[in-house]
């Protein structure tokens, strides 16, 4: 099955995969973004294979980057509708890459910056089959504007461990979400668990980077 996406990736330190961790960018960027993450996690996750992918389009605002979904089209709906739109692509890949490994869906794990946050959340609790962990920094859990989280119940086919970090100081994408998006989480009953980082902006700091990887290793049980 050839995936319609694709971007740099690390093999495992230790031989055969028997992990895979998935990074998705921010808006603007590609998974040229992400990938050293995986670098600095190695330590902690041996056995894990990590693979940054190239979001679908070209970024509008960005000639150089890759976007997931367009931003600034002033429809109120924009994530909603943008999550949506390109779920099916980024399905398509998940299946791909656990395939390439012979690895089961429980092996999976999601890592998301920014919009890729938005990617991270809204594929990883609709898998048929969940991932076993979400690590999603700076960014936001997308519902149809104006609706609470009971809109997307029937939606939700499962309940990964989920943890959320973002920095105090984003200007961006404002700290508020982190709070918005646990408390909505909770409300579905998916597990989880949050830090703000102290002085950063939009970016992840090491505290940050220490915090997603350690969570990580307890979820994937490295």
């Given amino acids: 099955m050839a995936a319609e996406i694709d971007g740099p990736r690390l093999q495992p330190r230790s031989g055969a995969a028997k992990r ?4 998705l960018h921010g808006y603007g960027a590609d998974g040229n973004d992400l990938i050293d993450i995986g670098r600095a996690w190695q330590q902690l996750l041996p056995d894990a294979a990590f693979v940054s992918p190239h979001a679908p389009e070209p970024c509008g605002q960005a000639p150089m980057g890759r976007q997931w979904f367009p931003l600034f089209t002033r429809s109120a709906n924009e994530r909603w509708d943008g999550v949506n739109r390109a779920a099916p692509v980024l399905h398509r890949f998940l299946d791909a890459e656990l395939e390439r490994h012979k690895l089961p869906p429980s092996a999976l794990a999601l890592v998301g910056f920014s919009q890729g946050t938005m990617m991270a959340l809204h594929v990883g609790l609709r898998r048929a089959a ?5 690590v999603g920094y700076s960014g936001v859990f997308v519902l149809p504007d104006g609706a609470g989280p009971e809109a997307v119940a029937g939606e939700i086919k499962g309940r990964p461990p989920v943890m959320l970090i973002h920095g105090d100081q ?17 409300a579905l009953e998916v597990p989880v668990e949050w830090h703000l980082s102290q002085g950063v902006g939009h970016g992840i700091d090491q505290e940050g980077l ?3 990887g350690s969570f990580l290793a307890r979820r994937l049980g490295a």
């Fill in 210 to 212: 220490r915090h997603g």
């Fill in 130 to 134: 969940p991932p076993a962990a979400i």
């Fill in 170 to 186: 984003d200007d961006l994408i404002p700290p508020q979400a982190l709070f918005l998006g646990t408390q909505a989480l909770a």
């Fill in 20 to 23: 895979l961790v998935v990074f």
